[in-house]
């Protein structure tokens, strides 16, 4: 399955996606295949280090739009917003090099640090 291949060794497992769940990163395939990642949970983080404890979601979707496959566990992420800035998978941060580099391809984790700490821009 892609939605494996595609998180596997990156996080480690996530629930059912709903309506109100906020995507935060779409990966598309050349075969129309798609894999969404979205917020599942979020708290502020209890850890000094942090400043929100988020639980991801991930579904992979056919070219119709119909569930292929979707993850039944939990991945746990941290996000740090100020300086230094990262996102925490596990024992693992990646940091966040500010300002971002928006012409650097799609990356889920600075795609998930923008969507907690980057200020809305009207």
């Keep these: 399955m892609r939605a494996i291949a595609f998180f596997a060794g990156v996080l480690v497992a996530t ?8 995507i935060f990163y779409t990966a598309n395939f050349p075969d129309a295949t798609s894999v969404q990642l979205s ?5 502020v983080s209890q850890g000094g280090d942090y400043d929100f404890d988020v639980a991801i979601g991930l579904v992979e979707t056919d070219a119709s739009g119909a569930v292929r496959y979707e993850d039944t566990g939990r991945h746990r992420a941290r996000v740090r917003c100020s300086y230094p800035a990262y996102v925490s998978v596990g024992t693992r941060k ?14 889920w984790k600075e795609n998930l640090w923008i969507t907690f700490c980057a200020a809305p821009s009207s």
């Design 15 to 22: 629930p059912s996606m709903a309506a109100e769940q906020l």
């Design 94 to 107: 990646y940091p966040m090099a500010l300002p971002l580099n928006r012409s650097a391809p799609d990356d």
């Design 39 to 43: 917020v599942q949970s979020k708290s």
